[in-house]
T-cell receptor, first 111, second 117 residues
């Protein structure tokens, strides 16, 4: 079965600083990986997904993620944090049609 | 808004009552997935349905939980005789016909927050 682990349940960054959220996966087959964002009291919104076309994936709102097979990682980054980036972020791997999610990382942005 | 709709957004039930959660998929979508999010945890898959068919219910508790997606109307997740441990956020997602593969995107609704007193 496929699974992901998110390192760090809370991340605090200053406005304008780099955002780095860590995700490691475990998969017996080439993985399909996703990052979702959840704003308070809202559903999950897709930020980006990796489907083996390119190892560096660009998403919405200035986010990108790099797939590294040697490290079994799919970390999410944004060069410059904005106050509106405060939310919870979930990494997920697809196991056929089921998504297996990590426990989530809550991002707070300091002014 | 053509997104996935769920209602109610918040539901309070007393132990022993029934909870009915509704999900209307995005227009044109015929695949529906239900996930549960317990406090401090990620989302866990519960069930996958297509119109009038349950494709995979491997994530559903064996008792008290059921789901349907009728030919007409929304998908319903039903929890009978609720207990405090059922308190969670329940999310519905949908995808278009011809999808449900590993790389396909699921579109999520805003969730229903169930509180059992």
């Amino acid at each position: 079965a496929q699974s992901v682990t998110q390192l760090g349940s809370h991340v605090s960054v200053s406005e304008g600083a780099l955002v780095l959220l860590r995700c490691n996966y475990s998969s017996s087959v080439p993985p399909y990986l996703f990052w979702y964002v959840q704003y308070p009291n809202q559903g999950l919104q897709l930020l980006l997904k990796y489907t083996s076309a390119a190892t560096l994936v660009k998403g919405i709102n200035g986010f990108e993620a790099e797939f590294k097979k040697s490290e079994t990682s799919f970390h999410l980054t944004k060069p410059s944090a904005h106050m509106s980036d405060a939310a919870e972020y979930f990494c997920a791997v697809s196991d056929d049609y089921k998504l297996s999610f990590g426990a989530g990382t809550t991002v707070t942005v300091r002014a | 808004n053509a997104g996935v709709m769920q209602n109610p957004r918040h539901l309070v039930r007393r132990r022993g009552q029934e909870a009915r959660l509704r999900c209307s998929p995005m227009k044109g979508h015929s695949h529906v997935y239900w996930y549960r999010q317990l406090p401090e945890e990620g989302l866990k898959f519960m069930v996958y349905l297509q119109k009038e068919n349950i494709i995979d219910e491997s994530g559903m508790p064996k008792e008290r939980f059921s789901a349907e997606f009728p030919k007409e109307g929304p998908s319903i997740l039903r929890i009978q005789q609720v207990v405090r441990g059922d308190s969670a956020a329940y999310f519905c997602a949908s995808s278009p016909p011809g999808t449900s593969g590993r790389q396909d995107t699921q579109y999520f609704g805003p969730g229903t927050r169930l509180t059992v007193l």
